[in-house]
C-alpha cells in the first residue's frame, strides 16, 4: 500500500476565502536566506514525493516542511503546494486548523510504531546498545504524541 492514499484528503476545490486565508506572510527579505529557504522547500517536495513510492517513508512530514519554507520564501511555490491535486488538501487542511482524518492518524501512527519499532529492534536491541533503541523509541513516542495532539478531522 503507498502512503499515497493515506495522505491525500478527499478532492474538493480550494476556495478564494481559504486561498486568502493560506496567503503567504512574513516573506523574507534576505535574497540569500530566500533562495536557501526555496531550495529547500523543494529538497521536502522531492522526499515527500519519494514517500509515495517508498512504504514507511513519510510522505505528509515533508509536504509540511515544504509549505513551510515556501510560505516565508515563495508565494508562487506556496501556492502551487497548496492548489496541487495530491499535497494540496492535506496541506490546507492542515495549515487552516482542520486537522487530519482518523484514518490519516491510525496509518501514521501505525507505520511510525512498526518502522520505530524496526529500527529499535534492529540497530538497538540487535547490538547490544539498549541506549540507542531508548533514543529511537523516544523520538518515535513524540512523533505519536503530536500526532494525537492534532485535530481529527470528522469526514462524512
Known amino acids: 500500500m503507498s502512503n499515497r492514499s493515506a495522505t491525500t484528503a478527499p478532492r474538493r476545490a480550494i476556495s478564494q476565502e481559504e486561498l486568502a486565508a ?4 512574513d516573506i523574507l527579505q534576505n535574497p540569500v536566506l530566500r533562495m536557501l ?3 529547500l522547500g523543494w529538497v521536502a517536495v ?10 514507511g517513508w513519510p510522505t505528509t512530514v515533508w509536504i509540511l516542511v515544504a509549505a513551510f519554507f515556501f510560505a516565508r520564501s515563495s508565494p ?8 496541487h491535486r495530491v ?10 486548523g482542520r486537522g487530519l482524518s482518523r484514518r490519516v492518524k491510525a496509518y501514521a501512527i501505525s507505520m511510525n510504531l512498526l518502522f520505530v519499532g524496526g529500527s529499535a529492534a534492529y540497530l538497538g536491541f540487535g547490538r547490544d546498545a539498549w541506549v540507542i533503541a531508548v533514543i529511537v523509541i523516544s523520538v518515535g513516542l513524540v512523533g505519536v ?6 485535530p481529527t478531522r470528522h469526514d462524512g
Open 22 to 25: 493560506l496567503e503567504a506572510k
Open 37 to 39: 529557504f526555496i531550495a
Open 46 to 55: 522531492a522526499f515527500g514525493t519519494i514517500g509515495i513510492f517508498v512504504p
Open 76 to 83: 508562487r511555490f506556496y501556492r502551487w503546494l497548496l492548489t
Open 87 to 96: 499535497f494540496g488538501p492535506t496541506v490546507r487542511d492542515i495549515r487552516l
Open 145 to 150: 504524541a503530536y500526532i494525537l495532539k492534532m
